[in-house]
């Protein structure tokens, strides 16, 4: 992947979770115009499992989101994500941010991204999942899309988003963002970020811990969690930005919140 070789990571700190007890695999997930790209990941011989939605990182659907898909799955859930820039094109091909937002991520609506998420509930749905316990999480651009789809779709329980933007989106398709929607959250949002992070700054999160203040049941019951010394994508094992202690904690939390919700 492009991305991991060009961050020059140490390929001691990429974690890869085994499949030991799961069942996975790419899969053509069905979509309003055809098929998208997919990867899913489940507990072996568990009907009715939760589902959780895991929305890709800017750099697409790659090896991380899949690992993180099986930690997921072999936690109880019913991981699923899928290549939501595909029609845009291929995001691996690319070796600058910039370019890669100015080429495919400009050109990515929300519209497009609920309805494609909207069809992997549906594609979990006919697999046995149970979709009345629904959660999704996501990372950096899909950080920001996990706050939205939580007000997109109703049938949400509980949502976990990483260091996604608040207060802006990528490119001219954007019509709102997370600040603009804090208060009609269909469930409750726990937003991991980090401190150090120069893209969000801290002056968003409190902005938007205040309008969830003021919102409905669901914005009220939301949290925030900011790791004071932790920059962008610190969950991001194959990139110099990770860090270690601060990904387990915020990984436990978030557990612990589908936990609460999903579980119950």
């Not at 494609?116 to 749905?125: F, G, I, Q």
Request: net charge negative; charged share 20%.
């Amino acid at each position: 992947m492009s991305f991991a070789a060009a961050a020059g990571t140490p390929a001691s700190t990429t974690l890869h979770t085994d499949t030991e007890g799961l069942v996975h695999g790419e899969f053509a997930l069905p979509v309003h115009d055809g098929t998208q790209d997919a990867y899913y990941a489940a507990p072996q011989g568990v009907q009715g499992a939760p589902v959780v939605l895991v929305v890709q990182e800017i750099f697409g659907l790659h090896e991380h989101i899949r690992d993180l898909c099986r930690r997921l799955a072999k936690a109880g859930y019913f991981a699923v994500s899928s290549n939501l820039y595909q029609r845009q094109g291929d995001a691996s091909k690319y070796h600058d941010i910039p370019t890669l937002v100015a080429e495919i991520v400009s050109k990515v609506s929300d519209e497009q991204v609920y309805a494609d998420l909207d069809a992997a509930v549906a594609w979990a749905r006919a697999q046995g999942a149970d979709v009345s316990r629904l959660g999704v999480t996501g990372f950096c651009w899909g950080g920001r899309a996990t706050w939205m789809y939580a007000a997109h779709n109703p049938q949400v329980k509980a949502a976990v988003a990483w260091y996604g933007k608040l207060s802006s989106g990528h490119g001219p398709l954007i019509k709102a963002v997370p600040l603009d929607i804090a208060g009609q959250v269909h469930a409750p949002v726990l937003g991991l970020y980090g401190g150090q992070d120069s893209s969000i700054p801290l002056a968003d999160v409190e902005a938007m811990q205040a309008r969830l203040a003021e919102g409905n049941a669901a914005a009220r019951a939301s949290r925030f969690v900011v790791y004071p010394d932790a920059g962008h994508a610190f969950l991001a094992d194959y990139r110099p930005s990770y860090v270690a202690a601060d990904a387990r904690d915020g990984w436990a939390r978030m557990l612990e919140w589908f936990e609460r919700y999903l579980k119950a």
